[in-house]
Nanobody
Framework: QVQLVESGGGLVQAGGSLRLSCATS????????MGWHRQAPGKQRERVAH???????NYADSVKGRFTISRNNAENTVYLQMNNLKPEDTAVYYC??????????????WGQGTQVTVSS
């Protein structure tokens, strides 16, 4: 069973920062694109950012310039640094893994989620 273990969520005021972490196995980390998604109450889950095995990053327009995704190959961990947080960033944030293969990313493994709450 694939394990993705998130940490780092919490309550922060608008304009503040948080860093989320997602630890997994070396096998998963080495052969998967890693991503962060979020789901706010009453809304569909949306992709926030992802990073390929080679380190190429991609961000949702809503977080560009504020969030940074990175991966630490030595620790098999992916991070999401979130700066200048806004109340609309409030959501449960999920780490996910998509096997590297041609075509559309298929997010096949998910973490349990971590709550991020931004107060105004």
């Amino acid at each position: 069973q694939v394990q993705l273990v998130e940490s780092g969520g919490g309550l922060v005021q608008a304009g503040g920062s948080l860093r989320l972490s997602c630890a997994t196995s070396r096998t998963i980390f080495s052969f998967n694109t890693m991503g962060w998604h979020r789901q706010a109450p009453g809304k569909q889950r949306e992709r926030v950012a992802h990073i390929t095995v080679g380190g190429t990053t991609n961000y949702a327009d809503s977080v560009k310039g504020r969030f940074t995704i990175s991966r630490n190959n030595a620790e098999n961990t992916v991070y999401l640094q979130m700066n200048n947080l806004k109340p609309e960033d409030t959501a449960v944030y999920y780490c996910a893994a998509a096997p590297v293969r041609p075509g559309v990313l298929t997010w096949s493994s998910w973490g349990q989620g971590t709550q991020v709450t931004v107060s105004s």
